[in-house]
């Protein structure tokens, strides 16, 4: 089992930045990518970027040059820096992981809300 702790959601002005955490632990042999999708009621879960364990980097067209993802091996932690946040931008947002045999693991999500 792996456990993924989400943190740094909060309530920021349009235009503002956000630095999201997630932490892992537990069995995290074998994880190929780690990501971040996000939610908003009523409408599918979307990815927002991901990193795979070579390096490589997936992201929706709506957040390229804004968001970046990142990971710190030693902490087990990946992170996504959230920059020019906009309105649209509100949702909940929940790190993900998955093995190369698609067994794959959620955290509990973390609350981003953008003002206008």
């Known amino acids: 089992q792996v456990q993924l702790v989400e943190s740094g959601g909060g309530l920021v002005q349009a235009g503002g930045s956000l630095r999201l955490s997630c932490a892992q632990s537990g069995d995290i042999a074998g994880i190929y990518a780690m990501g971040w999708y996000r939610q908003d009621p009523g409408k599918q879960r979307e990815l927002v970027e991901r990193i795979t364990s070579s390096g490589n980097t997936n992201y929706a067209d709506s957040v390229k040059g804004r968001f970046t993802i990142s990971r710190d091996n030693a902490k087990k932690t990946i992170y996504l820096q959230i920059n020019s946040l906009k309105p649209e931008d509100t949702a909940i947002y929940y790190c993900?992981?998955?093995?190369?045999?698609?067994?794959?693991?959620w955290g509990q999500g973390t609350q981003v809300t953008v003002s206008s």
């Open positions: 993900h992981a998955v093995r190369l045999t698609l067994d794959d693991y």
